[in-house]
């Protein structure tokens, strides 16, 4: 079946720290790949994606690569801000309508 | 351009209660989810529509959950008689399907008491 697995949290940093959230999937199809991300009350909000392997997505100063050799779409940002505190979802999609299959989630806090 | 919209956005009821959760989706986007979410957990699939269609509801529980989608557009689902492990954040989605992404609302957290 299909399945994401993703580092567990909390994740606490600084502002300014380097971030990475390692997400590695199973799938039986060829993917895509999402991380979104959902401030506290809201819904889940599209980050960014990718379509093919060796796709880079990025967005908000985020990005990710689809590494098919590794099953991995680890998320990176350089320096991050308070208000990237948030929980971290990473998501595949297969192709012809196949169900979005959710990771557990990553939270992440950061202080100023 | 709308997103999707859910109502209401909080509901408290008392066990065994009737509750429905409405999902007006993104104008065009053909396919339609329910997901579960509970408290520190990622989404959970109860259901999926193609237009009309129910194509997924293998993890529905169908002895107290059903859902509908008339006219292919917007839908509802309901949960009779609420038990209080059905307390979580119910989020609709809908996207344009074949692996694009999908878009959620603000979902609605039903707390039962």
């Known amino acids: 079946g299909n399945s994401v697995t993703q580092m567990e949290g909390p994740v606490t940093l600084s502002e300014e720290a380097f971030l990475t959230i390692n997400c590695t999937y199973t799938a039986t199809g060829y993917p895509s790949l999402f991380w979104y991300v959902q401030y506290p009350g809201e819904g889940l909000q599209l980050l960014l994606k990718?379509?093919?392997?060796?796709d880079k997505g990025s967005n908000k100063g985020f990005e990710a690569t689809y590494r098919k050799e590794t099953t991995s779409f680890h998320l990176e940002k350089g320096s991050v801000q308070v208000s990237d505190s948030a929980v971290y979802f990473c998501a595949l999609s297969i192709y012809y309508g196949q169900n979005f299959v959710f990771g557990p989630g990553t939270r992440l806090s950061v202080l100023p | 351009e709308a997103g999707v919209v859910q109502s209401p956005r909080y509901k408290i009821i008392e066990k065994k209660q009737p509750v429905a959760f409405w999902c007006n989706p993104i104008s065009g986007h053909n396919t339609l989810y329910w997901y579960l979410q509970n408290l520190g957990q990622g989404p959970e699939l109860l259901i999926r529509?193609?237009?009309?269609?129910?194509?997924?509801d293998s993890q529905l529980p169908k002895d107290r959950f059903s859902a509908e989608r008339l006219k292919g557009v917007d839908s509802t689902l309901k949960i009779q008689p609420a038990e209080l492990g059905d307390s979580a954040v119910y989020l609709c989605?809908?996207?344009?399907?074949?692996?694009?992404?999908?878009?959620f609302g603000q979902g609605t957290r039903l707390t039962v008491v």
């Open positions: 529509y193609e237009n009309e269609e129910a194509v997924d």
């Open positions: 989605a809908s996207s344009l399907g074949d692996g694009r992404e999908a878009f």
């Open positions: 990718a379509t093919k392997a060796d």
